[in-house]
Structures are given as C-alpha cells and as structure tokens.
C-alpha cells in the first residue's frame, strides 16, 4: 500500500484513511487463507515431543489445552478486531504504527522482519537434519547447501504467488492429514496407558519442568497476527479472517492434544520422548510403513511452515519501504505474479546466510523478537480500542474495557514468564537483537535528514 502518513512523526488519527491500496496483488479464498494460516500457526504435531519427557505428561497436555485459552484466543481475538478496524497489508506492523507512533512502528517491522530470518533459517536447517537423519550427509557444507536449497525453492514458490502458495499448502496439508489420522486411531485402538499419568515428573525442579513446557506451548501456540500482514490478499477480509482465526484455533489445540495423547495411551514411555519421536512411535504403533509416512508428513509440515512464514514476512520489508523507511524498490510488487519479488529474494538471502546455525540456537533468540511484536500488537489492540472506540468494526471483542484489558494483561504476563526464565545466553542475543531496533530507526532517521539536506541545497542552487 502507499501511504498517506508522513515519512517521520505522528500518526494521523484516522486509522481506517491512512492508506491506500497495494497495486497488483492477488486475492484467495477463505479455504486457502484457512490453509496457511493454520500452516503458520501450527502446522502440525510435530517438535512437542520433548514437552512429554521435559514436563511429563499431564503437565504437558495440560499446557496444551490450557496456554490456549490464555495466549492464542486473546491474541486470535485481538487481530480479529484490528483488521475489521484496518484492514491494511502489512497488519500487526501498520497496526502499532497507527497506535503507538513511527519509533515503535519501526521497532514491530523491524524485529519482525529480523527475527524471522532466525525462524525461516531453522525451518532450512531442519529440513537439512531431517535428511540427514534419512541420508547421512558427509559435511557442514552439504548441510547448508540442502538448508539453502529448501530456502531457494519456497522463495520459488512465493515469487510465483499467494494463490499457488494457498492452493499447494492446503492440498499438502491433506496430505499430511492421512497418516497422522491413521496414528491417532491406532494409537487409541491399542489404548493401555492414562496419557496424563504421571502428571509431574518425579526427581526434577518444578521450576525447569513448569518453564521448559510453558515456552514450547508459548512457542506452539505463537503467531496469530503474523498472517495479517497479507490483509489485501484475501477476499473479504473483514469476514474471513475471524472466521479463519475461529477455525484454525481449536483445530491446532485438537490436533496437538489428540496426537500426542493417541501416542502416549498406547505406548506409555512418556520418558523416551524427544524431538522427532512421533516417526518412532508411528513406527511402533503401526509399524514401518505408518512410521515412514508420519516422517513424510513431519517433512511435509516443514515446508508449509517455512512457506507460509516466508509469505508473510516479505510484506513487512514491502509495506516499509511503502511507508519511507527502506528504499522504494522493496515495495514493488510484480504485475505478473503480484508478490513483492525484491523483498522475497533479499529475505531469503539473509535466512541463507543464518542456516549455518543450529535449529535450537535460531529458535531461542528469535522468541525475543516474536514476544516483542506480539506484545506491541496486544497495546495496539489497546489504544486503538480507547482512541477509536467508535470506529466501525464488524468485530469487537466482547466484554468491553474489562474484556479488552484481560485480553491484553493475559499473553503478556505469560511472556513476561518465558522473559524471565529464559536462558542467560539466549537473553543477551534476543535483547541484541532488539537493540539492533533503535539504531536502524536513529540511520533511517539520519539518512532522511541527509536526504532532505541535500533536496534543500538543490533548490536554493536552482
């Protein structure tokens, strides 16, 4: 979209006429959207395995039942009410710079487009893990080559457009349904164990048992507003997308809770359970063909994750440009593919460059930048509900100013909790990683000056 708003200071106050259309993009339907939404948000059951062994059981599936209701529905809730409100490219980022001011705008953009080149780089380096669990690999090098290559090819696939991206996502997500349906009624049929027993897991703090199970809920259940970032893209936006967030909300906590408690009832070896299990607990369950076809379908779930990740983020670095914060061939969009093919290519570039990293190393930091714009979005949620609190919208969340604010005090103690028990390594390079924030605004801010600088002396010259 251009924009009407100035290229530093204030925000206008009329939320709903800051800006104008994107030129040329394309829009889907309600069932594609559903698709990737669902691709971003869950994806599928895999990588919770560790929660089972770290947190026990019980404790595990209750986090999953439970984290829900206090993080992804308020957020779900939130970014349901805003792109009613405005419904804009570039969402939760043009959403806090309407409501928060340009220097925090920047800041959600920023960290957004920056943390997310760790969480698409993992997605490459799992993928590289995955294979070379199937075929060994021989180097780091070839590591990276099969990670950069998985990079190339979903930056293929976006270039060439939303609808492809929509259409691929939900026929792989079918796909992928298959075995993992197979998994849960065998793994039910062959029922010995209470899957919520033991609760706790005996001889461990509860400190670390409670935190580590938080922060992969937290981390399963992150992402709700990230798809608002391609607003113009969908039909009816204002309709579909609480209606897509209605869906995929209870569909990820059903699938998540009844896979894990599927394996678990039948198997019981709660203790054994790691990172990847769901392939061996597919393999014992119905033996080695369901165990190669849970492993196709943990592929599977890879790939739409970093598809539709990548789809999202290469709007922010579009709709700044939009806004004059980077340069303007960012926000052109292809008329042949109508997708932003510049700011595709430069994303990819940089996940390329992060794919020598370790998946752990990626994930851990890239939660900092993840808790910073979903807390952003929570205020913005705020302050547009008290600056606009008239302003049409075809949805508001129930409960007025008491219901508003337990949306936004909900999520972000809960992140407030992940903070403070996070690693001390991975705290110094998340919060690098937000500082990196203020110094690009204070070099856009300079470069501005010297720019308008240099218009000035032109024109006294002339």
């Not at 259409?167 to 065998?186: E, G, S």
């Not at 292809?334 to 290519?345: A, K, N």
């Amino acid at each position: 979209m251009r924009s009407d708003l100035p290229t530093s200071g204030p925000v206008p106050a009329v939320p709903t006429s800051l800006y104008q259309p994107t030129q040329n993009l394309r829009r889907i339907g309600l069932a594609p959207f559903v698709a990737i939404l669902f691709a971003y948000c869950a994806g599928g059951p895999f990588s919770l395995e560790s929660m089972v062994s770290s947190s026990g059981p019980g404790l595990g599936l209750t986090f999953l039942i439970v984290v829900p209701l206090l993080f992804a529905v308020p957020i779900a809730l939130a970014t349901a009410e805003m792109t009613t409100l405005m419904p804009v490219e570039g969402g939760f980022y043009r959403w806090t710079r309407a409501a928060l001011g340009d220097f925090w705008g920047f800041q959600c953009g920023w960290w957004n487009w920056t943390g997310t080149f760790l969480m698409s780089a993992s997605y490459g380096v799992a993928m590289a893990d995955y294979l070379d669990d199937w075929l060994p690999l021989h180097s780091r090098t070839e590591h990276w080559v099969v990670a950069f290559a998985f990079l190339l090819a979903v930056a293929y696939l976006n270039i060439r457009g939303i609808h492809l991206v929509g259409k691929l996502t939900l026929i792989m997500l079918l796909i992928m349904a298959v075995p993992l349906v197979v998994f849960v009624v065998l793994g039910f049929h062959h029922a010995h164990f209470n899957p919520f027993q033991p609760f706790f897991p005996t001889g461990r703090p509860w400190q670390g048992a409670f935190g580590v199970g938080l922060a992969i809920a937290l981390w399963s259940y992150a992402g709700y507003e990230q798809l608002s970032t391609v607003i113009e893209e969908v039909e009816e936006p204002a309709r579909n997308f609480p209606i897509g967030l209605a869906i995929v909300v209870p569909l990820a906590i059903g699938i998540y809770v009844v896979t894990l408690a599927a394996g678990l009832t039948a198997l019981g070896n709660w203790r054994e359970w790691e990172t990847g299990y769901l392939v061996t607990a597919g393999r014992l369950i119905g033996g080695n063909v369901l165990g190669t076809s849970i492993f196709v379908a943990s592929v599977i779930c890879n790939f739409v994750l970093l598809d539709s990740t990548l789809l999202s983020v290469a709007r922010i670095p579009m709709t700044m440009a939009e806004d004059g914060y980077f340069h303007p061939v960012l926000g052109k969009v292809s008329e042949r593919f109508g997708t932003p093919v510049r700011s595709i290519l430069l994303s990819t570039a940089f996940c390329a460059a992060l794919a020598v990293f370790t998946v752990p190393q990626l994930i851990a930091v890239y939660a900092w930048t993840r808790m910073a714009t979903s807390i952003q979005t929570m205020f913005s949620f705020w302050q547009l509900r008290r600056q606009y609190p008239d302003a049409p919208r075809s949805f508001r969340v129930p409960g007025g100013t008491l219901g508003a604010l337990a949306i936004v005090i909900a999520p972000t103690l809960l992140f407030a909790w992940a903070m403070i028990y996070s690693d001390v390594g991975t705290r110094k390079w998340g919060l690098l990683n937000l500082a990196s924030g203020p110094v690009a605004y204070l070099w856009v801010r300079y470069r501005r000056g010297r720019q308008a600088q240099a218009r000035s002396d032109a024109m006294v010259a002339d």
